[in-house]
């Protein structure tokens, strides 16, 4: 799998809901109860993190500009989610969020760039074309493909309309994929 070259040189971006953690289907992850990793996910991000230069975490979170959470509230989740990783001994550099509702103006919601061209400005040596995108939506491999990135779909059983790079049953395969 790793004829694409990754080293420490490449970033890896991950969407949360769906490839981190449980997503809830017309809902949202608002507590840390309700935070739920998918199997050997903090286990497969630390290995990930050894392998990649920079690991982000890029998530759409409407529930906030909905009033059915707060900022800190998403704080306390990636905090824990950060904190679970680490003691897995690994570590995401930054999550980013894209907290307003869905607009064609917001720039921040993926399939937009903007989470990414914040982590390109604020991490030296992000190189998009040296990039993977892992997601379960059509948002997050357009957001990848838009950027030039390697793309990796998390099944879902949301219908898809466009096709990733390659396609993966879980975070946990693509990290077997990749580190073997």
Same mark, same amino acid.
């Given at each position: ?87 897995? $001994? $690994? ?9 307003? *509702? ?16 914040? *982590?390109?400005?604020?991490?030296? $040596? ?55």
């Amino acid at each position: 799998m790793n004829k694409w070259g990754i080293d420490s040189t490449w970033t890896l971006f991950l969407d949360r809901d769906g490839v981190i953690n449980d997503r809830i289907m017309s809902g949202y992850v608002t507590t840390i109860e309700e935070f739920i990793f998918l199997p050997d996910v903090p286990q497969s991000i630390a290995k990930l993190s050894q392998l990649f230069g920079n690991v982000f975490v890029v998530t759409n979170q409407q529930g906030i500009a909905k009033g059915l959470m707060t900022e800190s509230n998403l704080l306390e989740l990636h905090s824990y989610m950060q904190q679970s990783v680490e003691k897995e $001994g $690994g570590k995401i550099t930054k999550s980013y969020y894209a907290p307003g *509702a869905s607009s064609p103006k917001n720039e921040l919601r993926k399939p937009k760039p903007g989470m990414a061209l914040l *982590a390109q400005r604020q991490f030296e $040596g992000v190189d998009f074309n040296k990039s993977v995108m892992v997601g379960d939506t059509d948002s997050d491999i357009l957001f990848g493909q838009n950027l030039g990135m390697k793309t990796v779909r998390v099944q879902t059983v949301e219908p898809i309309k466009i096709q990733a790079d390659i396609t993966v049953s879980s975070l946990k395969e693509f990290t077997k994929l990749l580190i073997k």
